[in-house]
């Protein structure tokens, strides 16, 4: 007989075994599904650390297991990014079943949560994060589809601090683009209890939006110390969350803001479609929470009466989950636009043609949100005035000018569907050098197109000087340069 500590796979592993040029150095964890090893390689490498992941199949009785491998052989080749540990190599079940990838260091989120309830700041960078993360994902086609805090690390920064998430564990993930072995081979929702979104439940697995709908159950865990639907092991208990509001956060915990508790509890609508209609959206209303839309959903102190409960239990015994988009394409419907709108300086004419450019993309994209945003200019070196000469804010009288051009993009929007205000925000950016804020900005806010307009005609600053041509040429996402037809 076996040990408990045995891995019970093609054969046992020890300390100093060498598989397909890879040398096991020490097992650093035992789990139910799988073992992890230290490894290095035997020849060659690039000194990057490395991990090998070997299922544990007892008698090859377990076919959740071995499925869930393969699924996870087939999709971590094709990931790539920060954002999840790079792969290595793999071993076929033939001989060996493995996983070789990059070793990221340090506990999981898991580590944090016997300390939870967190304070709100560190509640909220979390979100950022694993919203980036998701983002990422999403765009490279996977549905992640089991986000809780054991498969969540961060890399590290150089001074020890907290740098980007990282996703691990793909067994129960969905690839647009290849074979779901889960779904073929399986008849019962396939999640962790406590994160699985409602669609899971009903057996749908293609929709990103499960992703954020487990950000939201994690986001709550940390901000009260309470898991909103529980930890049920029946289906019976999963479907509880298709009728059963949370407890709102805030009767929980009375510091929470309601802004938070906005976020959170739309993460946790039964309807995907409620939801954000991306993680990068989620992870822009997170970082920058004063100009998060409130609904009736900020204000509640408790759960909904018997009366709704049962209407909502009646709705989900005859309800079908609706048909979403694939991950790539919920993402590509769902973009963030950034207007780059010099308003103290460009004439009438050029920032009407900015203003038409952004509404027609509005118009197009109507998953779509849009920020607008000014610079302030401000001196490297010497003291700023801040002030004007009649008292008033330089920033805010920037701001007012900000809303004041967009104020009809606001007006067209179709006031009958909920959170249409919150499609557009408003930012003044204090910077030395225009064209860096734009770019950092983008960068951070994971902005898919950037709107603005080029004020001169002259070629020698239009091509080499001028701060859209600097946009343009920097910035990683698409730049639409907009010039009024007057200064042609």
């Not at 996983?99 to 944090?112: D, K, Q, T, W, Y």
């Not at 980036?132 to 589809?145: E, N, Y």
């Not at 067994?171 to 074979?179: A, E, F, Y």
């Not at 992870?283 to 004063?290: M, S, V």
Request: with cysteine.
């Amino acid at each position: 007989m076996a040990n408990d500590d045995e891995n019970t796979t093609a054969r046992r592993l020890e300390a100093g075994q060498v598989i397909d040029g890879f040398r096991l150095e020490e097992r650093t964890h035992q789990g139910g599904m799988a073992n992890l090893w230290r490894v290095t390689r035997v020849e060659g490498g690039d000194g990057t650390p490395l991990m090998m992941k070997v299922p544990r199949i007892k008698g090859g009785d377990d076919p959740a297991t071995i499925v869930g491998f393969e699924v996870e052989q087939m999709i971590m080749p094709t990931l790539s990014g920060p954002h999840v540990p790079k792969f290595i190599a793999k071993g076929d079940f033939t001989r060996q079943p493995y996983i070789v990838m990059e070793h990221v260091p340090g506990p999981s989120l898991r580590a944090r949560f016997d300390a939870a309830p967190l304070p709100l700041d560190e509640v909220v960078q979390v979100g950022i994060k694993v919203a980036t993360a998701l983002h990422d994902l999403h765009r490279q086609h996977v549905v992640h589809l089991d986000v809780k805090p054991s498969n969540i690390m961060f890399r590290r920064n150089a001074d020890g601090s907290q740098a980007e998430a990282v996703l691990v564990d793909f067994g129960l993930s969905r690839h647009d683009l290849l074979p779901d072995l889960l779904d073929e081979e399986f008849e019962l929702p396939m999640g962790t209890g406590p994160y699985m979104s409602p669609e899971q439940v009903q057996f749908v697995r293609n929709d990103p939006r499960s992703d954020l709908f487990a950000l939201g159950v994690l986001m709550y865990h940390l901000a009260t110390g309470e898991r909103p639907f529980g930890s049920p092991s029946t289906v019976r208990g999963l479907r509880q969350r298709l009728y059963r509001e949370p407890v709102p956060p805030r009767a929980l915990r009375a510091d929470i803001p309601p802004w938070l508790q906005e976020l959170i509890l739309r993460c946790l609508e039964v309807k995907p479609e409620k939801r954000h209609q991306s993680a990068a959206q989620l992870a822009f209303e997170l970082q920058h929470l004063d100009q998060v839309t409130l609904t009736e959903r900020a204000s509640r102190l408790a759960r909904s009466g018997g009366l709704t409960t049962l209407k909502r239990w009646f709705s989900a015994v005859g309800g079908e989950p609706v048909a979403s988009a694939s991950a790539a394409e919920q993402a590509e419907r769902s973009p963030i636009l950034l207007a780059a709108v010099d308003v103290a300086n460009a004439t009438p004419a050029l920032l009407e043609a900015v203003r038409h450019t952004a509404q027609r993309l509005l118009q197009t994209e109507p998953g779509a949100r849009l920020a607008c945003l000014a610079v302030m200019k401000t001196n490297r070196i010497a003291t700023d005035e801040l002030m004007e000469a009649d008292g008033s804010s330089k920033h805010v009288n920037l701001l007012v000018q900000l809303k004041h051009w967009a104020h009809p993009l606001q007006r067209a929007l179709d006031p009958h569907r909920e959170l249409q205000a919150g499609r557009i925000t408003y930012h003044v950016l204090e910077a030395p050098d225009a064209a860096d804020a734009i770019v950092e900005y983008a960068r951070k806010n994971q902005v898919d197109h950037v709107v603005m307009g080029a004020r001169s005609s002259g070629g020698l600053r239009r091509y080499l000087g001028s701060v859209s041509a600097q946009v343009a040429a920097q910035c990683d996402c698409t730049v639409t340069v907009v010039r009024a037809a007057a200064e042609d």
